[in-house]
């Protein structure tokens, strides 16, 4: 589990992420575990995490459990929680090799991505994007993986494909307030793929 403060208990209107998501999600799983929810209102209260935009509509589903309340009593630095996000690179490469940026990294409005008989993963589930982003990729022989949350839109523009897969699975909506990135570039015997991030056990 992560060590990082319990980040759904930040300000009511602020946009949760789905980091914010999962860590409420555990929240209830261990307390269906321990015996305080049942399977039902288990059920109920993580298809309305999962359905949550903002922290105001997340603090209600743990409000009544005791490791929500301990998590609240405890001091917290106000930088620790919104810790910044380090640059991100503008260019990543992958010849014959894997790269791959995750964590909490700062993504410029300009990022090339280039997969040549390798694979690169741009994680972006606790990215911060504060302008529209344009990804400029070329893919050969190799493959590109896009991990985006459900409140970050993707939209693919056109491009040369040829022998080659792209697929957007992402679920954002592109809409005032929502960070978009623009993906366009060049796919050949390839695969360029946009995705929501992998949830375990009962994660929707």
Do not use: C
Not at 7 to 15: D, N, P
Not at 90 to 102: C, D, G, P, T, Y
Request: proline share 7%.
């Amino acid at each position: 589990m992560s060590n990082t403060p319990w980040a759904a208990g930040g300000s009511g209107e602020l946009r949760a992420s789905d980091a914010d998501r999962e860590q409420t999600a555990e929240v209830l799983r261990r307390a269906a575990g321990a015996g305080r929810l049942d399977f039902d209102e288990l059920e109920t209260r993580l298809e309305r995490t999962y359905a949550a935009k903002t922290y105001a509509e997340l603090m209600p589903l743990t409000a009544d459990l005791p490791e929500a309340a301990e998590r609240e009593s405890r001091p917290q630095s106000r930088a620790a929680a919104n810790a910044p996000a380090r640059p991100g690179p503008a260019e990543v490469n992958a010849l014959l090799s894997s790269q791959k940026v995750n964590g909490r990294w700062l993504v410029p409005p300009r990022l090339s991505a280039r997969a040549y008989l390798g694979d690169v993963t741009l994680d972006f589930t606790d990215a911060a994007i504060p302008h529209e982003v344009v990804l400029d990729v070329q893919v050969g022989l190799g493959q590109l993986t896009l991990i985006v949350p459900d409140d970050i839109a993707v939209e693919f523009e056109r491009g040369t494909t040829v022998l080659a897969e792209r697929k957007n699975k992402t679920r954002g909506v592109h809409g005032p307030g929502t960070p978009v990135i623009r993906v366009r570039g060049t796919v050949v015997l390839g695969e360029l793929t946009a995705k929501p991030p992998r949830r375990g056990w009962f994660r929707r």
